[in-house]
């Protein structure tokens, strides 16, 4: 199966903000004739040209650094930096809208909490005009609904980050025409129970109109992807039984194992048949690669979150050293973890060596003294392009089997099938190089925080599960330093957006 890269597609062209306030403000793109002169003809009677035009959604993943975001830098400051997992990072006056949400101190006028808003709607405006045009094709109704299944994932993923960031967020089911983008219906907010009930039914549909693994391109969304993410959506739901019944599906599919090297899951290539990119293990992982224009990278992902200079200096370093892990999550690593070595780059007094043998200097020429070497992508011994550090071709995984496993294994536990959520814990943790331990609630949250620390859910995980034990989530902020308050929940509604909806956006208590 062939890789799917960077398609622009001009038909797929999101305007600067596609959200609230500003909807009615946006060019109208789909009567711009696109690349390749597809037109609305073609893609209701050729299933290529609609696979091409659902294809270039996923470029709305690219973006980021300091520009609208999706899975990149400001994703990351908002969901690891906000954590206990890891701390800012870089000089500690450096990024000003990072250090407020690293000291849970956000205010609506911050800028990261803008972008990631700003981004990810860009993607549901993608997700959208992909549907709108995809209603009225004219081809076979299995590869008509596979594509309309595969927008719907897209859109689903979107809208579940932006409820677990914001709560309740408008609820934007179609591509509004001039007259409707400012109504009232678009410039208000849903509620979250809402926007979950949306979320389950895109994902209902995409369950039930994917193909399996195998039967579709690498890299694009599958029926296994579709039930994984709507088996986490319901642990945030607290309907244990559906997620323990759709994990149960993707575990039982037989279409994934565990990679055997941990530290091998996040390496562009594998190493005698393990680990590398799209492995046995993943589920969902955006793609990368190398283009024309080296722009099929995820703008600034790696390099924001390189080793970086300081003290002495008197080295070229790796990026800007922004998300390093704490001190919290260190200390709550069992001995002989192997993914304690996999998960953190230690600068050590003298040096260190990281898996292709590049050399960090000692302590004195580092800023920090921990990076993420899951965000790691090795300029020498892996994919480079033309030396476009901005754009390296890291590969993000979204979603993969070591999650499922610990999502059935939690779903299993609430609702009483033990033996299920043994197994699955004890799986992960021989990976691990760890001996087996009983399945209880809270063995399972601590799995969760070593498998997939450096991730970008720690976040996500605290208040899901402060909403099952309340007091969680600030005994895990006192052991990192700081002072959780319940509002700290959710982030604040971006200003700017409330200000462009009229003052008709509502925002979050204690902004």
């Known amino acids: ?12 062209v999101a305007c600067a903000a596609v959200l609230s306030g500003t909807l009615h403000a946006c060019k109208n793109y789909l009567d711009v004739k696109p690349q390749g002169q597809i037109t609305q003809d073609q893609i209701a009677s050729d299933p290529n040209q609609a696979k091409n035009l659902v294809i270039g959604i996923y470029n709305v993943f690219y973006i980021g650094g300091f520009d609208p975001d999706i899975d990149s830098f400001q994703f990351v400051i908002m969901t690891d930096i906000a ?5 800012k990072g870089s000089s500690p006056d450096d990024y000003g809208d990072a250090k407020q949400i690293d000291n849970l101190q956000t205010s609506a006028s911050n800028g990261v909490v803008n972008n990631v808003w700003t981004g990810y709607y860009q993607g549901v405006a993608r997700c959208n005009q992909a549907l709108d045009k995809l209603q009225n094709a004219q081809f076979d109704a299995t590869t008509k609904n596979a594509l309309i299944g595969e927008a719907r994932f897209l859109r689903a993923y979107f809208y579940f980050n ?25 410039q208000t907010r849903a509620t979250a129970a809402d926007i979950y009930k949306f979320i389950i039914s895109d994902l209902d549909f995409a369950v039930a109109n994917l193909p399996a693994k195998g039967a579709t391109d690498v890299g694009r969304a599958n029926k296994s992807a579709a039930q994984a993410l709507e088996a986490k959506v319901y642990l945030y739901t607290k309907d244990y039984q559906k997620a323990y019944d759709l994990s149960q ?9 565990l990679v055997k090297d941990y530290s091998l899951i996040w390496r562009q290539k594998a190493v005698n048949g393990d680990g590398g990119n799209n492995n046995a293990e993943s589920i969902f992982e955006i793609q990368a690669g190398i283009n024309k224009d080296c722009s099929a990278g995820i703008n600034l992902y790696t390099v924001s979150q390189g080793p970086r200079a300081g003290g002495k200096y008197g080295w070229a370093d790796l990026g800007f050293g922004f998300n390093n892990p704490s001190t919290s999550l260190l200390n709550e690593y069992e001995t002989g973890d192997v993914r304690k070595a996999a998960t953190v780059i230690f600068i050590k007094p003298g040096g260190t060596i990281l898996f292709d043998g590049f050399r960090i200097p000692g302590q004195d ?6 990076y993420s070497y899951k965000a790691y992508h090795s300029r020498s011994a892996e994919d480079n392009c033309g030396g476009n550090t901005d754009r390296l071709p890291k590969q993000v995984r979204i979603l993969r089997y070591a999650d499922i496993l610990l999502i059935n294994a939690e779903a299993a536990v609430q609702i009483g099938k033990v033996g299920d959520a043994q197994n699955d814990l004890t799986l992960v943790r021989t990976r691990a190089g760890l001996t087996s331990t009983a399945a209880t609630l809270h063995s399972i949250w601590h799995e969760r925080r070593m498998e997939l620390a450096e991730e970008h859910d720690r976040f996500f995980d605290i208040v899901r599960q402060d909403a099952v034990e309340p007091g969680r989530a600030s005994a895990a902020f006192a052991a990192h330093g700081k002072t959780w308050k319940a509002t700290a929940a959710l982030f604040p509604i971006p200003q700017t957006q409330i200000d462009l909806s009229g003052a008709r956006l509502t925002q979050n208590p204690g902004y």
């Open 1 to 12: 199966m062939k890789k799917i890269y960077s398609l622009r597609l001009t038909l797929l």
């Open 83 to 87: 954590s206990d997992d890891a701390d």
């Open 162 to 186: 932006l409820v677990r960031l914001y709560g309740g967020v408008p609820l934007i089911d179609k591509l509004p025409s001039a007259t409707e983008a400012n109504s009232d219906k678009y």
């Open 249 to 257: 599906a993707v575990i039982t599919s037989g279409l994934y194992s």
């Open 365 to 370: 020429s580092v800023q920090n003294s921990t």
